[in-house]
């Protein structure tokens, strides 16, 4: 089964993945390679940084995902991120679209589990996540719209975890989904 955790920045997905590798699940991430990180740290044009989460992504699916599909794997991240991000962050654009159209041909995950917080709340955990709003606007206004754009893609494929709540009742419910599964 492949797995993606979804949330807004701060919203406690890398705090889950850890635990979840703990408990002996095969944990990877996006962006993946340390190479993407570096671009994207570097890149200020808006399309070649969306090209290059794509691209990474693209061989994240076929070098780690793809192989281990089977047998079990947890993304932190995956295509709904960067849909969700893109919305928040350029609208309804040709550059949004643009995303959409790449990340369309992309398999979807078996399950997302969506750990939703408040965009107030994560601003509290993370306060730095703050700076990279702004371009955007005010960081509450710009996470509430990556957040509802995460709640218009959720199917029944998706789970909503309370993530407001504390880590261990958080990963209990997790587990508690993924064992069923
Ligand atoms: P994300 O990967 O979604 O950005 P992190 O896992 O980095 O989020 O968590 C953001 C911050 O919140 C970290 O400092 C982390 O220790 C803390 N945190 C994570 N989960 C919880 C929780 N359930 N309750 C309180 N703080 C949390």
Request: charged letters at 35%.
């Amino acid at each position: 089964m492949f797995v993606a955790l979804e949330g807004i920045d701060g919203s406690g997905k890398t705090t889950l993945a850890r635990a979840l590798l703990d408990r002996g699940y095969s944990v990877t991430r996006e962006p993946f390679s340390e190479v993407t990180r570096e671009i994207l740290s570097i890149l200020r044009e808006p399309l070649a940084k969306e090209l290059v989460f794509y691209l990474d992504r693209l061989y994240h699916l076929e070098k780690v995902i793809k192989p281990r599909r089977t047998k079990g794997i947890i993304t932190d991240r995956y295509k709904y991120s960067q849909i969700a991000y893109a919305y928040a962050r350029y609208g309804d654009s040709s550059l949004y679209r643009r995303v959409l159209k790449l990340n369309a041909d992309l398999p979807d995950s078996d399950l997302v589990v969506f750990l939703d917080i408040s965009p107030e709340e994560a601003l509290k955990r993370k306060p730095g996540i703050a700076e990279d709003a702004r371009p955007y606007g005010k960081p509450e206004e710009f996470f509430m719209k990556v957040r509802e754009k995460y709640l218009s893609m959720a199917d029944e494929h998706w789970i909503r975890i309370n993530a407001e709540r504390s880590r261990e009742n958080i990963l209990k419910e997790v587990l508690n989904c993924l064992s069923k599964r």
